[in-house]
């Protein structure tokens, strides 16, 4: 049985102010039947949510909650490289960071992203992945990064839009933090080395531009077929894939 409360007061008596890469994984019993866990809310797992410096995060073996892993990635903005592992609801996950929807064809006009930065993208053993809302986040972020930003009230208003229906809105840092920052000098400090500085204007619902994807591995997930994999170098022929059954 996955020791939840374990994990929690472990991490809650530390502090990680630079961390750049966080892998979660839970080891599954060998030899009994066995249901994976669901990952544990964020911020009750870490003393300090927001990190603003992480590049890496790994998950594996889990159960997702789709509301609560958005918010989690949400405290995660410079995060460039994303890896699921034998997770269910990922296919949620990926719809979301697509910034739309299935309904809306994972058009966003907003332009309000989750992990804005991210670049490469590995799948394995997701029984849930959907093809099109991997297309559809592929797709969305490259037009997004060749497009100059909307009018900012209208995307002002869109973005009131999605903080409103959201469950529960990100932090912004407390003012201790800010100030912190503002009196380190970035040349002596670890921060301008390991990945972009923690800033007083960040925002999680930031109109932003974002990354273009670079790099999409698809590993063991039966809904996405090799032809439907390739076919995002067709129409992306910067895209690295690969794809494997």
């Known amino acids: 049985m996955f020791d939840t409360e374990a994990l929690r007061e472990g991490f809650r008596k530390m502090n990680f ?10 080891l599954p019993p060998l030899e009994t039947p066995y249901d994976l866990p669901l990952l ?23 159960t997702l909650d789709v509301d ?16 699921f ?9 990926i719809c979301a960071l697509s910034g739309g929807t299935c309904d809306n064809r994972h058009e966003n006009p907003a332009s309000v992203w989750i992990c804005p930065r991210l670049e490469l993208l590995r799948i394995v ?38 903080t409103s229906n959201s469950p529960r809105l990100v932090k912004p840092l407390r003012r201790r933090l800010r100030d912190v920052d503002t009196t380190q000098d970035p040349a002596s400090s ?20 974002p990354s273009q994807l670079q790099s999409v591995s698809v590993e063991g997930c039966r809904r996405v077929s090799e032809l439907e994999a390739v076919s995002l170098t067709y129409e992306f022929p ?3 894939v690969k794809w494997e059954a």
């Open 238 to 240: 910067s895209l690295r």
């Open 68 to 83: 609560e892993g958005k918010t989690m990635l949400r405290y995660m903005p410079a995060l460039t490289q994303l890896t």
């Open 40 to 62: 544990p809310r964020h911020e009750s797992i870490f003393r300090e949510p927001r990190m603003l410096h992480l590049t890496h995060l790994k998950l594996a073996h889990f």
């Open 190 to 209: 670890s921060a301008s080395r390991t990945g972009p500085k923690i800033t007083a204007s960040w925002s999680p619902y930031a109109v932003v531009r």
């Open 17 to 26: 102010p630079l961390l750049a890469k966080l892998h979660i994984t839970y």
């Open 85 to 93: 592992v034998d997770c269910i609801r990922v296919g949620a996950i």
């Open 125 to 162: 053993d997701s029984p849930d992945l959907k093809f099109s809302c991997l297309q559809g986040l592929v797709r969305s972020r490259y037009q997004s990064s060749v497009t100059p930003i909307s009018c900012p009230s209208t995307s002002s208003k869109a973005a009131a839009t999605i």
